[in-house]
């Protein structure tokens, strides 16, 4: 089934931890991209990486890190230094590298108790 | 600072109404800009404008570009429960990133 993968779905962490979501595509895109989204809020830029080996900070990379050592694969790891790190986290890929639309994974909803 | 401005930001209608969101951008190195649906989580692909003032189409869905004065539309026909989502909208720059707006968020009531 093509697409794009997001894991886990729903997941719970305590503040001071750290936590990595996973998202993989077999689309064979070259772009990939995290997004936040908070409630009443649009999606924020956090990290993007054109091509493997290589990514690029987004809008709001604070407290995020990132890596991209498979062109499949993108993770990323929300550290115990982002301050409000509950939110719906979005994955997605793009086919070419400055045009086309982007294709969104399920999403990865983070709660910090 | 660059943004996207999107108007209103809720809207209640009834079936069979026509409805119209607004998106407004303040982007450098503008390129193109895109609408989207999100029902639940995965929000999904409805429009990309890159000219203005060409109509794109889709069933009862339209949407327009004007580069001069910064804004687009979205333009949804004889609405149906099943338009209900949150429609954002999103400014893409030269080097591809998306700068999404707040979303509209819409209710059709039956």
């Known amino acids: 089934d093509g697409g794009i993968t997001q894991s886990p779905k729903y997941l719970f962490r305590k503040e001071g931890q750290n936590v990595t979501l996973s ?3 077999n689309l064979n895109h070259d772009a990939m991209y995290w997004y936040r989204q908070d409630p009443g809020q649009g999606l924020r830029l956090i990290y993007y990486s054109q091509i493997v080996n290589d990514f690029q900070k987004g809008d709001i990379a604070e407290g995020y890190s990132v890596s991209r050592e498979k062109k499949e694969s993108f993770p990323l790891t929300v550290t115990s230094a982002q301050k409000n790190p509950t939110a719906f986290y979005l994955c997605a ?3 070419r590298e400055f045009a086309g639309e982007l294709f969104f994974g ?3 909803r983070l709660t910090v108790l | 600072e660059d943004k996207v401005v999107q108007s209103p930001l809720s809207l209640v209608v ?3 109404d026509t409805v119209t969101l607004n ?3 303040e982007v450098t190195n503008f390129r193109s800009l ?3 649906k999100q029902e639940k989580k995965a929000p ?3 429009f990309m404008l890159t000219s203005s003032g060409i109509e794109k189409k889709s069933g009862r869905l339209s949407s327009i570009l004007d580069k001069k004065e910064l804004f687009s539309i979205l333009n949804i026909t004889a609405t ?5 989502a949150v429609y954002l909208c999103a400014a893409m720059r030269s080097q591809g990133n998306l700068i999404f707006g707040k979303g509209t968020k819409l209710s059709v009531k039956p």
């Open chain 1, 23 to 25: 998202c993989e595509q």
């Open chain 1, 93 to 95: 890929t793009r086919d």
């Open chain 1, 106 to 108: 399920e999403g990865s």
């Open chain 2, 14 to 16: 009834h079936e069979g």
């Open chain 2, 23 to 25: 998106c407004s951008y």
């Open chain 2, 34 to 36: 895109l609408w989207y």
């Open chain 2, 44 to 46: 999904t692909f409805l």
């Open chain 2, 80 to 84: 149906q429960t099943g338009d209900s």
